[in-house]
């Protein structure tokens, strides 16, 4: 499975440079790509219902979601942020507490530290809407990240803590050459609800249910190593 979903990445950083699409951070490989385009595909998001009638909002680190962490912030959503691989858990963003003129630097990963603060999961809000970044993703909902597993954890966590429920809608903005008609996929994969591409939107009639947290017969050593946040829920579920 691993070595499927590997070449379908290396697929989508090779086109995407080849062709002329990346943006900065590059080069793309290893990364969720950054692409010409992103802002005009998140804009598809923002436009639901599902959008405009949440208040609080998590949103992936990664730079195609920028945009979208900026149009949080300015119209006034509350912006929950992973750390950088998790390893600080998570940051909330409250733009009634940060000067309007800063805003766009709060959207950023330096900014966010700056403006934000660090928030233990317990203390989150329940959250209303996921966007999250991707390499690839199916018509059928399946993504692929980049393999560090930290998008599904960062859910899983979210989930243990009774902040999201099979029901909190997930998005995500892709180029359309990141869009599969299907793809391969783990028990713990996410799946979205909504793809925005540059020139689509799609909405997922049937996906797959979510898991209901931690898989953690499947978490090995070395993750729970990296991050603090899971050696103490492993710690208290195993109690």
């Given amino acids: 499975m691993k070595e ?8 989508v950083w090779r086109k995407l440079e080849e062709l002329g699409l990346a943006r900065f951070p ?18 598809r998001l923002l436009n639901l219902r599902e959008y405009i009638d949440a208040k609080v909002v998590k949103v992936s680190p990664d730079s195609p979601q920028r945009y979208v962490r900026y149009r949080c912030l300015l119209d006034g959503k509350i912006l929950i942020m992973p750390t950088p691989r998790l390893r600080m858990g ?6 009634s507490k940060i000067p309007r003129r800063m805003l766009e630097r709060a959207s950023t990963i330096r900014g966010a530290f700056r403006y934000g ?17 991707s390499v690839a993703v199916s018509r059928d909902g399946i993504r692929i990240g980049k393999g560090g597993g930290y998008g599904e954890l960062e859910y899983a966590i979210l989930r243990e803590f009774g902040k999201v429920d099979e029901d909190t809608p997930i998005m ?3 180029h359309d050459i990141q869009v599969y008609e299907r793809l391969p996929s783990d028990p713990y994969d996410l799946t979205m ?23 953690w017969s499947l978490l090995d050593e070395k993750k729970l190593n990296e991050i603090p946040l899971l050696r103490r829920l492993r710690e208290v579920s195993y109690r």
């Fill in 172 to 174: 995500t903005n892709v």
């Fill in 193 to 215: 609800d909504y793809i925005a591409t540059p020139t689509d939107l799609i909405r997922v009639k049937r996906r797959r249910n979510r898991p209901k947290g931690i898989l």
């Fill in 90 to 95: 998570f940051m909330i963003l409250d733009p």
């Fill in 26 to 43: 590059r080069p793309v490989y290893g990364r969720i790509p950054n692409f010409i385009g992103a802002e005009k595909a998140a804009s």
């Fill in 4 to 11: 499927e979903k590997d070449k379908i990445r290396y697929e």
């Fill in 117 to 133: 603060r660090i928030i233990d999961p317990e203390e989150i809000p329940k959250v209303d809407l996921i966007v999250t970044g």
